[in-house]
């Protein structure tokens, strides 16, 4: 009797577990369903090959709520060279793989022609519509720029063969070598002049601008840049550096809390505005803040170069695990979801305080990524990583995606409802965030099937 009892229990849980386990399966079927759709047919469709420009090159920079050409369109290196990245990553994934690949070629050119600078090398940071360069006092050039147009080559040329996109990939890097790195104190300085030579900080520039300073923004984006390129360009420098800056960003410019210092001096020492009023702290929040998004996305992008380099994970792992709970801990919205734009540790406060309750649409893509990611790894964690996807896939579909017009909106319709008929697209804005965010996700839900 007793062991028919336990039998017929034990033969409910069984069933119970399977039903549980084909419902999840269900949920990650449409899951994925869902998020190749926001890929496809929400965000590639409606961005190519609409802003391909025809008459001059390169790509259009300012797109309208409901997805036309706008108005503005100087051409920044960041933006150009993501949409090269986005199409050659698109011609790996989906069936229409040489349509994609025209779309990148056509954004390959812009840059090797017009934005790579022939007399003095390294890509210009801004150029007008028709190719001129717009040559601002500290942003003729930075190494940011040059990142992300390594990024897009190494791409397009993994996906082409086009041994043109991957020469000029090796030039910007080697550029890069010799005018941006701190052979020192190790990294590299973000601004540079037309020649490459490095802006260093002096009095003279005002408390508030960011030039002549090293920063986590640049440094994180060369990581990135550099794990793209040595995948298809194993070269013994280009790994050095690519350690370089893991090792940099993972035990220097990330604290020991689990968030990044934003600026630094030369040596690594963070500027930091915590000994000064409240109005200069706020004054001075581009320079020193808790940027939640650029954790989140941190942790991942540390976690690919890890595995580009073939080291061991535990290290770099334990450390962006860190990065996501101090941001779930301290930035995100208990209330609807999301994560917020930025908070302060003000000097002597034990808990952060957020002081920038927007949330921007690149930190919401890279945080469905890296949650899904920390799931993977820890999936019985008592935070539970895909409580949070789910609640922030949800909350980025209600507040974020334009199911009318298509695209992502720059700013949570929750907070700021003002927003739904701001340009979709922007020098600052196109598709690289979410793109890759999405595709990540369903990708790595596909591996689990």
């Not at 194993?234 to 690519?242: F, G, N, S, T, V």
């Not at 350690?243 to 500027?271: A, C, H, Q, S």
């Not at 942790?299 to 860190?322: F, I, N, Q, S, V």
Request: proline share 2%; glycine share 8%.
């Amino acid at each position: 009797m007793k062991f028919t009892a336990f039998f017929v229990v034990a033969l409910l849980s069984i069933s119970t577990c399977a039903a549980q386990e084909q419902d999840k399966k269900g949920n990650d079927e449409r899951l994925i369903k869902g998020l190749r759709y926001a890929a496809k047919e929400q965000l590639l469709e409606k961005w190519y090959p609409l802003t391909l420009d025809k008459e001059d090159g390169g790509y259009y920079s300012e797109i309208t709520h409901d997805f036309k050409v706008g108005e503005e369109h100087n051409k920044m290196i960041v933006t150009q060279a993501r949409h090269v990245w986005t199409n050659a990553r698109a011609s790996e994934i989906f069936a229409e793989k040489d349509k994609y690949l025209e779309y990148a070629r056509h954004g390959f050119e812009f840059l090797r022609d017009v934005m790579w600078d022939a007399e003095n090398g390294g890509f210009y940071q801004l150029v007008t519509k028709a190719g001129e360069p717009i040559l601002q006092q500290g942003q003729e050039k930075t190494a940011y720029g040059n990142s992300f147009a390594i990024y897009g080559l190494a791409a397009y040329y993994r996906a082409s063969g086009n041994e043109e996109a991957l020469e000029l990939a090796k030039r910007a890097f080697h550029w890069l070598e010799e005018h941006s790195h701190d052979p020192e104190y190790k990294g590299y300085y973000q601004s540079l002049n037309l020649d490459g030579t490095p802006i260093k900080r002096t009095p003279d520039f005002p408390s508030t601008s960011d030039v002549g300073y090293k920063d986590q923004n640049s440094s994180i984006h060369l990581l990135e840049a550099f794990t793209e390129l040595y995948q298809v360009w194993p070269d013994e420098l280009l790994a050095e550096r690519l350690e370089e800056m893991l090792v940099l960003i993972r035990d220097t410019i990330t604290t020991e809390k689990g968030y990044m210092n934003l600026f630094f001096e030369p040596d690594w020492t963070p500027v930091s505005f915590r000994n000064k009023s409240r109005e200069e702290i706020q004054q001075h929040y581009y320079l020193d803040h808790v940027s939640f998004g650029h954790d989140v996305e941190t942790a991942y992008l540390m976690l690919e170069a890890t595995h580009a380099l073939g080291l061991d994970e535990e290290l770099t792992l334990r450390k962006g695990k860190k990065m996501l709970d101090h941001a779930l801990s301290t930035g995100w919205d208990e209330e609807i979801g999301g994560f917020y734009d930025g908070g302060y540790y003000f000097e002597g406060a034990t808990e952060l305080e957020i002081i920038n309750d927007e949330k921007n649409w690149w930190s919401q893509a890279e945080g469905l990524n890296t949650l899904l990611i920390m799931e993977h790894y820890f999936p019985e964690d008592a935070l539970d990583y895909r409580k949070y996807f789910d609640k922030l896939w949800v909350y980025t579909q209600l507040f974020f995606m334009d199911e009318l017009y298509g695209g992502w909106y720059e700013w949570g319709l929750d907070a700021q409802p003002e927003v739904w008929d701001d340009s979709k697209g922007h020098i600052w804005k196109a598709a690289y965030h979410n793109f890759r965010a999405l595709t990540n996700c369903f990708l790595k839900l596909e591996e689990g099937e």
